[in-house]
């Protein structure tokens, strides 16, 4: 059987509490999944909780930059079936930017992933999976932010190296367009809308919930592994 029922599995989310990752939690409770979501907002984890309003989600505050708080986190939650890791940090700049910047991607992005991975494999059901998350701006770069477009290739490629290493454990990646944001204000990011809208084919940015959507057809397809999806209006085409 290709497809799997989410009901009663355990699905960690890293970066839960908020966007993507709140998306997801919400789509697999309502499927019958015990969601455990981590972040480093105490109020985000609260909020998020009175908002599903579910006996199926747990929350932990978790710095997933750090790598103790990582591996102590995994074995306090113990064993579970799937881990999506849409967590991260980070700032944009071009090649001229300050250390910091050029650096903020894999410290906040790559590598939290990469333990996050290393540090669950023990309590990682072997018909399980593990979904990490990069951007679309790894096949379509835009000016002002090299750094970042390595990050998301490389995100990709360790997605793929990590399907070979963890078989049969599967492992994609999920590789979005720019999303819509509620009740956005930013005036760089409102831009940043009416820009993509230009650039990708469905003339709009994506939704949470589109991509949250992905991420669990990736959970649930046990003949998916070592794939990259891009929901992303048709960005990396056009």
Not at 24 to 44: C, L, M
Not at 172 to 179: D, E, K
């Amino acid at each position: 059987m290709s497809i799997t029922t989410l009901k009663g599995s355990r699905i960690i989310i890293i970066g839960g509490s908020s966007g993507i990752g709140f998306a997801t939690a919400q789509q697999a409770i309502e499927q019958g999944a015990h969601v455990i979501i981590a972040g480093k907002s105490k109020e985000k984890l609260m909020i998020a909780q009175e908002v599903i309003n579910n006996n199926h989600l747990q929350t932990y505050v978790l710095d997933n930059q750090d790598k103790n708080q990582l591996q102590d986190f995994f074995k306090r939650v113990g064993n579970f079936d799937h881990l999506f890791t849409p967590g991260a940090s980070y700032s944009l700049g071009p090649i001229t930017a300050t250390d910091n910047i050029a650096e903020s991607s894999f410290i906040g992005k790559f590598w939290p992933q990469y333990y996050a991975v290393k540090y669950a494999i023990p309590f990682l059901s072997n018909s399980g999976s593990i979904v990490l998350m990069s951007g679309a701006f790894s096949q379509r770069p835009l000016k002002g932010a090299p750094a970042y477009g390595a990050c998301n290739g490389a995100i990709e490629s360790l997605g793929k190296a990590l399907a070979v290493e963890l078989a049969p454990i599967r492992v994609n990646v999920v590789s979005p367009g720019t999303i819509q944001r509620e009740n956005e204000q930013n005036e760089n990011r409102l831009a940043a809308y009416e820009t993509y809208k230009s650039l990708s084919l469905v003339k709009r940015p994506g939704h949470n919930d589109e991509i949250a959507h992905t991420v669990l057809y990736l959970m649930q397809n046990s003949f998916s592994t070592g794939n990259v999806l891009f929901p992303d209006g048709g960005y990396t085409y056009h």
